[in-house]
């Protein structure tokens, strides 16, 4: 069965980075698309970025552009995001999801998740 495993959150001061990683097991890697979601208290769950199967197509939400990346390796199935100038709203439990769409960003489309794991900016 599929199993996505996050890894890499943690306590960070405002300005900071951290690169999150997800290894991906059980399923077909390179056909699914992979996106970061995460979840701050009170608030709903949002796509913060996302991955097309050959990497070839990217979303970001508007609040992460250019501080955020996300890349992928199919061979080694594990896909990242490379977060960088967090600020304390980033703070959030973030979780790894695969879409057998091509390209995907809401969360209906993304049949497989992760545990999450959290991210906690200070300021």
């Known amino acids: 069965q599929a199993e996505l495993v996050e890894s890499g959150g943690g306590l960070v001061q405002a300005g900071g980075s951290l690169r999150l990683s997800c290894a991906v097991s059980?399923?077909?890697?390179?056909?699914?698309?992979m996106g970061w979601f995460r979840q701050a208290p009170g608030k709903n769950r949002e796509c913060v970025a996302a991955?097309?199967?050959?990497?070839?197509?990217?979303y970001f939400l508007d609040s992460v552009k250019g501080r955020f990346t996300i890349s992928r390796s199919n061979t080694q199935k594990t896909v990242y995001l490379q977060m960088n100038g967090l600020r304390p709203e980033d703070t959030a439990v973030y979780y790894c999801?695969?879409?057998?769409?091509?390209?995907?960003?809401?969360?209906?489309?993304?049949?497989?998740w992760g545990q999450g794991t959290q991210v906690t900016v200070s300021s």
């Open positions: 999801a695969a879409s057998d769409k091509y390209s995907a960003y809401h969360e209906v489309l993304y049949l497989y």
């Open positions: 991955v097309s199967w050959s990497g070839a197509s990217t």
């Open positions: 059980g399923i077909t890697f390179s056909g699914y698309a």
